[in-house]
C-alpha cells in the first residue's frame, strides 16, 4: 500500500485532549492527548492495548470522563449527531456491521440515514458500484459473498458516506492474499483519511506515522518502519524471556 494517499477533504484532524476513559473501574486511557492529521496513520499494540478503545472514543460511542474528543471541529460529546458526516468504523467483523439483505440495499442505507430519500439513495448506491467495476454486485445477496468481498462492501458503505476520517479495526484479520490485494487497492483509492489498526505490520510500515500503544499509553510514534522495527523487536524478547 502506497505511502502517499490523496490528502483527505477536511484538514482540521482529530484531537485527543487530556483524555482520561475508565471502563470497569479501571482506566484505560488516563489522560491521553493526540493530534491526528496524517492521511494514513497505523496503529499497532498488542490485544488490550485500547486500540478499539480509541475509535471507539473517536467515533463518540463511548464518552471520555474527562478532557474532550474533537472529530474535524466537532466535539464528540455535545455533537454526536454531526459525527456520522466526519467519521465512519469499519469492524473487524463484518457480519457485526451489515444489516441489509443485499449489497445496493446496505450502501443505500449510509445514505438514508444522512436524510436522503429512499429512491435516490438506491440509484446513487447503483451509479457508485458501477462507476468501480461492481454493477453487477448492487443485488447480490450479502451471505454469497466471501469474507474479502463483506468487507469490500463495508468500507464501500462508508466510503459512498464520505465521511473525512474512516477508522479501520483490523480489516485484514481473517482474509486470504487475494481479499487482502484487493483490500489494499480498494484503501489506496479512497481520499479520506484512514486510521487503521492492525497485527499485520507490513501494511503500516511505510506509513508516515504509526502509533504504538501498550496499556493505554502510547509507546511510540513516528515514522512506520521505525515503530514497527520496535514494536517487532519487543515482542520478539517478550516472546524469548517467556519461552
Not at 492495548?49 to 471520555?64: D, M, V
Amino acid at each position: 500500500m502506497s505511502p502517499s494517499p490523496p490528502t483527505p477533504r477536511a484538514a482540521d484532524g482529530i484531537y485527543l485532549e487530556s483524555v482520561t476513559l475508565v471502563r470497569g473501574g479501571r482506566p484505560v486511557f488516563d489522560g491521553l492527548t493526540l493530534a491526528l492529521r496524517e492521511p494514513r496513520i497505523g496503529l499497532v499494540g498488542d490485544n488490550g492495548a485500547g486500540k478499539s478503545s480509541l475509535f471507539r472514543l473517536i467515533c463518540g460511542l463511548e464518552p471520555p470522563q474527562q478532557g474532550r474528543v474533537l472529530v474535524h471541529g466537532c466535539d464528540t460529546r455535545t455533537a454526536r449527531r454531526e459525527l456520522p458526516g466526519r467519521v465512519g468504523l469499519m469492524f473487524q467483523n463484518p457480519d457485526d456491521q451489515i444489516i441489509f439483505p443485499t449489497v445496493a440495499e446496505e450502501l443505500a442505507f449510509s445514505l438514508t440515514a444522512q436524510g436522503t430519500p429512499r429512491k435516490d439513495a438506491r440509484q446513487q448506491a447503483q451509479d457508485f458500484l458501477a462507476q468501480r467495476g461492481l454493477a453487477d454486485w448492487g443485488p447480490r445477496a450479502i451471505g454469497e459473498l466471501s469474507q474479502g468481498q463483506r468487507q469490500q462492501v463495508c468500507l464501500l458503505a462508508l466510503q459512498i458516506s464520505r465521511p473525512a476520517t474512516l477508522l479501520l479495526d483490523e480489516p485484514f484479520a481473517s482474509l486470504d492474499l487475494p481479499s487482502q490485494a484487493r483490500l489494499a487497492a480498494q484503501l489506496q483509492r479512497t481520499p479520506q483519511q484512514i486510521i487503521f489498526s492492525t497485527h499485520a505490520l507490513a501494511h503500516v510500515q511505510d506509513f508516515d506515522r504509526v502509533l504504538w500503544l501498550e496499556q493505554g499509553r502510547l509507546r511510540a510514534d513516528g515514522p512506520g518502519r521505525e515503530v514497527c522495527a520496535a514494536y517487532a523487536e519487543d515482542v520478539r524478547q517478550r516472546t524469548v524471556a517467556h519461552a
